[in-house]
Antibody
Framework: QLQLQESGPGLVKPSETLSLTCTVS??????????WGWIRQPPGQGLEWIGN???????NYNPSLNSRATISVDASRNQLSLKLSSVTAADTAVYYC???????????????WGQGTPVTVSS | EIVMTQSPATLSLSPGERATLSCRAS??????LAWYQQKAGQAPRLLIF???TRATGIPARFSGSGSGTEFTLTISSLQSEDFAVYYC?????????FGQGTMVEI
């Protein structure tokens, strides 16, 4: 059974870099059948897609983040990571990692999610 | 960026009733449209992808329809566990975008 688990500091100071890790168990993150992505949800608000990565290293990011996001994969640890630089209070949210399945019939988006990790940006 | 607009914002219904949720895209997303259910304090759960295909383990009372710019999620007979927030999501174009959500409440 595939499981994703986010981890990282719950509190980050303004202007610093937020760093989160997503540990994947039950499937190799290096599989060519999947993308891996990050999504966030500010308190009381809706979902915002941050970006995706394929094992080749190919990435897509939300332009609304103004090039502050970097997603990478460590296949040896079966982990996905997110770095978000120059954070402000507007980056306060629950951060989720999720899987995108690539099948012969097309993409199955965000079919497995982690439980989410809350991050507060405050001095 | 494709803007996804959901209506209504809130749907007040009773168990056993039929729920119809709408999602409109600002431009065509073909059939690359998904629906998610989110309960308080939980991660979203994929219900429907490809506009009309139920994800693994999703009950048959959930159905999706539409293509292009107009989509509908129907819950044929609401169960107590179905009261939650529902999001539509387009994955046809980068950046991927979500609707603002419809809350289905008792």
């Amino acid at each position: 059974q595939l499981q994703l688990q986010e981890s990282g500091p719950g509190l980050v100071k303004p202007s610093e870099t937020l760093s989160l890790t997503c540990t994947v168990s039950g499937d190799p993150i290096s599989s060519t059948s999947y993308y891996w992505g990050w999504i966030r949800q500010p308190p009381g608000q809706g979902l915002e897609w941050i970006g995706n990565i394929y094992i080749s290293g190919s990435t897509n990011y939300n332009p609304s983040l103004n090039s502050r996001a970097t997603i990478s994969v460590d296949a040896s640890r079966n982990q996905l990571s997110l770095k978000l630089s120059s954070v402000t209070a507007a980056d306060t949210a629950v951060y989720y990692c999720a899987r995108v399945d690539i099948t012969i019939f097309g993409v199955v988006p965000l079919d497995y999610w982690g439980q989410g990790t809350p991050v507060t940006v405050s001095s | 960026e494709i803007v996804m607009t959901q209506s209504p914002a809130t749907l007040s219904l009773s168990p056993g009733e039929r729920a119809t949720l709408s999602c409109r895209a600002s431009q065509s997303v073909s059939s690359n449209l998904a629906w998610y259910q989110q309960k308080a304090g939980q991660a979203p759960r994929l219900l429907i992808f490809g506009a009309s295909t139920r994800a693994t383990g999703i009950p048959a009372r959930f159905s999706g329809s539409g293509s292009g710019t107009e989509f509908t999620l129907t819950i044929s007979s609401l169960q107590s566990e179905d009261f939650a927030v529902y999001y539509c999501h387009q994955y046809n174009n980068w950046p991927w975008t979500f609707g603002q959500g419809t809350m289905v409440e008792i």
